[in-house]
């Protein structure tokens, strides 16, 4: 264990100067302070990650820095916001400088690809544990809610969900493929297919605890139901294996996006990463059909249970 | 152990309406939304308790709900703001329905106290921690920062700091005074005592590490030194009883205001609660004088070590 207080870690990892002219007082103070541009709302959000729970306990620092971020970035890549300040609140059994190091190094590699700063934070010893909190901005107008769907709308998704859960169940058998690991280690939050969705989605979530288990987020607070096409369900693998049909529906941990559109709502101008398939449409009738046809039960399409 | 779901027990727990009309998407969404009143810099603070380590493991949900924003609000209190909207980032072991009663209720109870919304968290499973994220807001020329202390200028500290750490030692010996058990497991965040600083105080902190360690970030921060006079630390009992002074110097968790004024700066149509006495002036030396009249070792004042 390292002699290391809080006041010298935070300043040797976590203090950095930010371009952002945004910023009235950053690190080092009770609180810090932000101008929010004019005329636009604040977004905030907030995920923990623990331990064991939302990863495993031999996921590399670096790792844990970029995918602690990643999870909040995508809240606001579901509200179609631009992502700006964090905090970050790091609970860990010691101030190892190794540690230390690499997660800091994964934390700003992500934050640095979205203009993100970190303006302030608290580290506390406990079992190791992260908080972040990510504040963004977005025209009022143009925030993408989970009630907006409506009878009609296409239902899409980003990428390929099931790939995190398919990739944890193979390190746990001792046998992840080495070139999908980042696909559960390094989510990449969609912010750019959020805003490119501004004023075109009617709904969005993002698949934190399962495809299924999101989507149904969408159709209670927008009051409606949906018919999801089975067969049109993106999944990738590799060699012979790819995720299963249940990690595809119920598989957490992805941080794809989950949107409706108009019937007619042209996407085709989207040629950036990730893919994005219309997997069914939103009904009048509430509920979820279509999954008959897989002969899974109800209870395999739960999602990620919290509790 | 119950069966609530995270979503269940968000709904039970922690979904109320509120009358902020700043707020324009509150809990239940991949993020909130509010509005930053016109003109005004928003502030952000978090801070994480451990249970076992921030709070002792007997501590009634209540206490621990209402501690935990109380350590949040008291870093807005520093800053002269107005504490608007907090997250909840709540990790406990299991959803137990008395427990979350108790510390909603604690929660609720000072968060209406000072108008404070929830507008949003995360529920995980893991060891019980809490972390809170508040945002508030101020006219960023009102805004008290640690960097503005001056040669010449009075400090100010407010109630009785030590009487936390004094509690904890009773407790632990297992003769906590009933009467002052309050002071460690319920701080009351010097909100309004903070707006009244606004353009009078050239510098304010919330000793939360002990009156030492959190003066010598704000000499650090405006390049200044300091003389205590030792006599005047404010010190209360009961009965024979009261703080040691190395309680009183650097024994952390009491959330009172520590703060500089020009002098000749008035304060005495301040006739609420806390007290605030006047313990010592700003010096242009660096470094910090009186304390050789207390027989105390510096190791004695170091405060509050996070590590």
């Given at each position: 264990m390292s002699n290391l207080g809080e006041?010298?870690?935070?300043?040797?990892?976590?203090?950095?100067?930010?371009?952002?002219?945004?910023?009235?007082?950053?690190?080092?103070?009770?609180?810090?302070?932000?101008?929010?541009p004019s005329g636009e709302v604040l977004l905030t959000c907030t995920d923990t990650l623990v331990a064991g729970r939302h990863f495993p306990d031999i996921t590399a620092a670096y790792d844990i820095g970029?995918?602690?971020l990643a999870v909040n970035l995508s809240d606001i890549a579901a509200m179609g916001g631009v992502a700006r300040w964090a905090t970050l609140a790091l609970t860990m059994p010691a101030a190892d400088?190794?540690?230390?190091?690499?997660?800091?190094a994964g934390f700003f590699a992500l934050a640095d690809l979205h203009g993100v700063s970190l303006i302030g934070g608290d580290t506390t010893r406990g079992p190791l544990s992260i908080t972040i909190h990510v504040l963004g901005t977005t025209q009022a107008e143009g925030m993408i809610k989970r009630q907006g769907a409506r009878p009609g709308d296409a239902i899409y998704v980003s990428g390929y969900p099931g790939e995190a859960a398919w990739v944890l169940e193979c390190l746990l058998r001792g046998a992840a493929p080495g070139e999908l690991r980042c696909r559960l280690d390094r989510p990449e939050p969609r912010l750019h297919l959020g805003r490119y969705l501004q004023n075109k989605a009617t709904a969005a979530i993002d698949i934190s605890d399962g495809l299924v288990q999101d989507l149904q987020h969408i159709l209670r607070a927008s009051g409606v139901g949906a018919t999801l096409d089975i067969a049109r369900l993106p999944r990738r693998g590799m060699d012979s294996a790819k995720p299963s049909l249940q990690q595809s529906l119920a598989g957490g941990d992805?941080?794809?996006?989950?949107?409706?559109?108009?019937?007619?709502?042209?996407?085709?101008?989207?040629?950036?990463?990730p893919i994005l398939t219309c997997i069914g449409h939103i009904d009048a009738e509430p509920g979820l059909r279509g999954l008959g046809l897989t002969g899974l039960?109800?209870?395999?399409?739960?999602?990620?249970?919290?509790?």
């Open positions: 006041f010298d870690l935070i300043h040797r990892y976590f203090e950095r100067s930010s371009k952002d002219h945004h910023i009235v007082l950053g690190i080092g103070d009770d609180a810090a302070a932000v101008h929010v970029w995918k602690s400088p190794i540690w230390l190091e690499g997660f800091a992805d941080y794809e996006l989950l949107f409706t559109l108009p019937a007619g709502q042209l996407i085709n101008d989207w040629t950036d990463e039960e109800p209870m395999d399409l739960r999602g990620y249970q919290h509790f």
